[in-house]
């Protein structure tokens, strides 16, 4: 097992917004989170990442059976987590190449071989349609919110974490673009032995992406899991019928 969630309960402010949430996440495996807006979706994935705005009052997170609650953002991204955020922010100044190559050595102790990941740059640049010159700006500077998206999945692609996170990966593309953005998911996912958890209330990229297990978030925990049934009902009656 590679990420286990066990009760999770967690509040910011005054809101308890998650309520005893359970998952679990394996290598190889490919999980979705639908729910509508407000269920606590993107809360989770702070609460995964250790974001310091949201306090876990209860339960456990655990990677490879080890407890890493408590623990600060950039060591649990040390240990393999990878959140591509919902809403990216940019960062003046700090070069792409330079940004990753700096993520990759605090992984592997400053082994990172520099042409061998230039090489992957270009090569999944290419996949996904970014033109050279943008990876010349600072971090997501100046991006439209589709490039914001491509760049974030490349960079997951690089570092190659044991689980990646993807929160609503499909906003901000137009259809041209969510096919290349899925095509890739769906090409590093068999290329990889690492788990994905694919956040998100549309279901269109669901019709590139076939994941095997589906989990439908609301009221912060989640009321029901299976596998591709459970997005027809989604489309058929809408996440009203999953209400207790």
Do not use: C, W
Request: proline share 4%; aromatic share 6%.
């Amino acid at each position: 097992m590679m990420l286990e969630i066990k009760n999770l309960e967690a509040e910011m402010g005054e809101n308890k917004i998650l309520k005893g949430l359970n998952l679990e996440v394996n290598e190889k495996e490919m999980h979705v989170i639908m729910g509508p807006n407000g269920s606590g979706k993107t809360t989770l994935t702070k609460a995964i990442m250790g974001h310091p705005s949201l306090k876990v009052t209860g339960g456990d997170i655990l990677i490879d059976k080890k407890s890493i609650k408590g623990l600060p953002p950039d060591e649990r991204a040390r240990l393999g987590l990878f959140l591509q955020f919902q809403n990216p922010i940019e960062i003046e100044g700090a070069g792409f190449i330079t940004f990753i190559r700096t993520a990759k050595d605090a992984r592997n102790g400053g082994l990172t071989d520099v042409k061998g990941l230039i090489s992957r740059i270009k090569e999944y640049s290419k996949e996904l349609g970014i033109e050279d010159k943008i990876l010349e700006r600072g971090i997501n500077q100046g991006f439209s919110g589709g490039e914001k998206k491509k760049s974030e999945i490349l960079q997951m692609a690089l570092l190659e974490p044991k689980i990646s996170i993807l929160d609503e990966p499909d906003s901000g593309l137009d259809i041209d673009s969510l096919k290349i953005v899925a095509g890739f998911i769906n090409r590093r996912f068999e290329e990889t032995e690492g788990g994905f958890i694919i956040i998100t209330h549309y279901n269109r990229m669901l019709a590139y992406i076939k994941p095997k297990f589906v989990h439908i978030m609301m009221d912060g925990k989640i009321v029901a899991s299976g596998g591709p049934e459970l997005i027809e009902r989604v489309e058929r009656d809408g996440y009203d019928s999953f209400k207790v």
